[in-house]
């Protein structure tokens, strides 16, 4: 096995399949929408080279950066929430209830589990206004209040989007940091105890510190996640009302599959992922040094 | 540096980059064709939308009936995919010329006009008339098509719809309202339904285009049947005073509360139960909601609903008898995949689908010759079809996909004056502009 695995050959040979397919599916797509940028037109009525005119439309584009803002605005929150929160949950199941989390960790991550699509539907029954009132609103007309048409102001939308996502995650992120905390050696936590750690002294120097890099991973996932928003945004609100709820994959996918216009949306889809490197690379940045020594 | 195990390294990577290349090819170079199209199709495969539920029925009884002889030769196979993704789909046959030998259109008029100028789909002036079938497509539904998809017959009207404004004759008569005939007169029933605790017009500001299409019809009443025409052909800008002035109308009906207070999140069913409860008097609509006003959801009772076209605008260049109508999403043959079968498909479709659809209780543009039996208000929109003279389309209908897009999306927004007239007509002509 040794030599076989030493063999420069072998390897490439075993490697090729693996390599031709995710050239196949991953490489060749992501090369060719680059291409794409540099082009107007559509597979029907063929693409002609427009050089950087795409790049120049993308600047004076009101509706990219409404887009862009709105997709920064949800990012930054939402993985805020995420992370911030699946801590609280983490530390929870690992100092709190300790070995009878178990019950509590499944109900939280349930529903990461379900369709993004059902939960949609969930939502918008949830803060239904027309033709009756969802869950929520009974409740404000219970106490007292009015009805409030959530998904009927882009403010208000906003605020659906955000709680409906981070309920749907928490519990995956909730588990992640979990497993982070479980590595951190109960030596020394007891040695912490033992010098006279309690509370938040023992988390501000002791688990915080050693939980950072699970953090700087959550954070690398969440922020990755919540730039590429689509799914929950498209069934709960479709963008709207008018495009106040507009992330940019969903501007994206209208340009080149609406409207036809597959180079400008190629050329929105490579903001996004510039958007997505740079963010990771800052975090990575941010987290090269040893923060474990 | 170069060293001597990079070196030997090198040459074989090499290779697997040229073969990796030569795959990649090889299998984008694989990836056209299919889809169902070629020149002689082995089955008479029917794209559609998944949310017509209307042709599939029609299309059953023509196989077991008139039609068996050609369905026997060519097997019908009807698939569905979304109508949000039907655009797109047709797109990626008809670029792979895998295209089905008949498809619905999408959703977007100005889409199957490009198909139609790429010279993708079937003439269907020439093609029915070799079969001698001509005369059996309703001179109105052609108009109609030819308006919408760039002045060819290349679509069939497997639907014709005529739009106007469907009223519950019961509270007319309780509250003593005439059928109004002008704008003003619609404006006071309005504000006396309100008055009466009701929600004068039901309207799904969730889908939007119930609120424009009232747009588009008080510009075809006050610029005239040719307004958006002229927008179109860029003679005309919604941002005109007489078009803003018709988004101002509209959206002070919103202003007045006549469309209740969640339109925004009101959807198409939540409308149309507003109406067949009896909560709103009336609804702006297309004579597709007979289905529903004929159905077991009808809680008012079809005896007690008809319909009044949009009404005049005082000094407006424009007639009530102008019914906006439309094809729904119309279905064409490919013309790569229109064989000697295929075509007798299209015979067999021409000269029985108007009768098949009848006795289903549906109305087309294809012409029906033999007696059917239909509800009372079914017929008022059979003789209103058969007797119209002139017709005009709506808001969207000559709009450019994202201009569509925009105008359905905001709508809610100007009703609830969240946009002013001026900043919506602005969004939309913007989206015009620049497509």
Redesign the interface.
């Known amino acids: 096995m040794k030599s076989v695995l030493g063999d ?2 072998a390897i ?1 040979l075993l ?2 399949p693996a ?2 397919v995710y ?2 599916i991953m490489l ?1 797509p992501v090369v060719w929408s680059l291409g794409l940028t540099f082009f107007s037109g ?4 063929g693409f002609e080279f427009s050089g950087l005119a795409n790049f120049e439309r993308l600047i004076a584009d009101s509706a990219v950066w409404d887009a862009f803002w709105f997709t920064v605005r949800y990012a930054v929150l939402v993985t805020l929430l995420q992370v911030v929160l699946g801590y609280g949950l983490a530390l929870l199941y690992n100092f709190v209830l300790r070995k009878s989390s178990v019950l509590v960790r499944t109900l939280v991550f349930f529903p990461v589990v379900l369709p993004t699509v059902a939960v949609s539907l969930l939502y918008q029954k949830i803060f ?4 009756s009132d969802g869950f929520v609103n009974e409740l404000l007309v219970n106490v007292g209040l009015d009805s409030v ?5 882009g403010t208000t939308a906003f605020v659906v989007i955000v709680i409906m996502d981070v309920w749907r995650s928490i519990g995956f992120y909730g588990i992640l940091i979990f497993s982070g905390l479980l590595d951190i050696p109960d030596e020394i936590i007891e040695s912490a105890r033992l010098d006279g750690a309690r509370g938040v002294s023992l988390f501000r120097h002791i688990v915080l510190p050693m939980s950072l890099p699970i953090l700087f991973a959550s954070f690398i996932f969440s922020i990755n996640g919540t730039i590429k928003v689509f799914d929950s945004v498209f069934a709960l609100t ?6 106040s709820t507009t992330p940019l994959t969903l501007y994206m996918y ?2 080149a ?5 597959y180079g400008y949306g190629s050329t929105i889809a490579l903001l996004l992922t510039v958007m997505c490197l740079v963010i990771t690379l800052f975090i990575f940045r941010s987290s090269r040094r040893d923060i474990t020594v | 540096m170069s060293t001597a ?1 990079s070196r ?2 090198r040459k ?2 090499l290779g ?1 980059l040229g ?2 290349s030569v ?2 090819l090889a ?2 170079g694989c990836s056209g064709g299919g889809g169902g199209g070629g020149n002689n199709p082995s089955s008479f495969e029917f794209l559609k939308n998944s949310e017509n539920t209307t042709t599939e029925p029609v299309l059953d009884s023509l196989i077991e009936g008139a039609c068996a002889q050609q369905n026997e030769t060519l097997p019908l196979e009807v698939s569905s995919v979304p109508q ?2 039907l ?2 789909q047709i ?2 046959l ?2 792979q010329g895998g295209l089905p030998p008949m498809f619905s259109a999408g959703g977007n008029p100005a ?1 199957g006009a ?2 139609a100028e ?1 010279g ?1 789909l079937v003439d269907f002036d020439e093609a029915l008339t070799d079969l001698g079938m001509r005369d059996k497509i309703a001179p109105g539904a052609v108009s109609t098509i030819e308006k919408l998809y760039g002045g060819g017959f290349n679509f069939l009207p497997f639907q014709y719809n005529i739009e106007g404004i469907w009223y519950n004759t019961q509270i007319f008569e309780d509250n003593g309202w005439e059928v109004p005939e002008t704008w003003d007169d619609l404006v006071t029933i309005a504000g006396e339904a309100k008055a009466a605790g009701l929600t004068p017009f039901s309207a799904s ?1 969730e889908q939007g285009w119930p609120l424009t299409r009232l747009v588009s019809t008080y510009l075809f009443r006050s610029v005239g049947p040719d307004a958006l025409q002229k927008v179109a052909d860029g003679e005309a800008k919604l941002t005109d005073p007489e078009y803003v002035e018709a988004a101002a109308a509209i959206a002070d009906l919103g202003a007045q509360g006549y469309f ?8 198409i069913d ?1 409308s149309y ?2 109406f067949l409860t009896g909560q709103a008097p009336m609804i702006y609509m297309g004579s597709w909601i007979l289905g529903n006003i004929n159905g077991d959801g009808n809680e008012v009772g079809a005896e007690n609903m008809s319909f009044f076209p949009f009404p005049a605008v005082d000094g407006g260049a424009g007639s009530i008898d102008q019914y906006p109508s439309n094809v729904g999403l119309p279905a064409t043959f490919s013309a790569d995949a229109y064989s000697e079968d295929v075509a007798g498909w299209l015979g067999c479709i021409a000269e029985n689908y108007g009768n098949a659809a009848l006795q289903e209780g549906q109305i087309t543009g294809f012409v029906a010759d033999e007696e059917a039996d239909l509800p009372e208000i079914s017929q008022k929109v059979a003789d209103t079809i058969a007797t119209s003279t002139d017709s005009v389309l709506w808001f969207e209908a000559l709009f ?3 201009a569509s ?2 105008s359905s ?2 709508a ?2 100007l009703v ?1 004056g ?2 002013t007239p001026e900043e919506f007509m602005g969004l939309v002509q913007d989206a015009i502009d620049n ?1």
């Open positions: 420069r050959k490439i490697l090729t390599l031709l050239t196949v060749a559509s597979p029907l009525m239904q206004s027309a033709p048409d959530w998904l009927g102001a479709g963008g709207g009302p008018g495009s209208r340009t599959f609406q409207y036809s216009d | 195990s030997r390294l074989p990577l697997v073969l990796v795959g990649a299998l984008a949000a993704e655009d797109a797109q990626l008809a670029s889409e490009r198909l790429a993708a500001g209740g207070d969640n339109v925004t999140s009101l959807d939540g139960n507003l450019p996909a994202k897009q925009i999306t905001n809610a927004l609830t969240q946009l497509p």
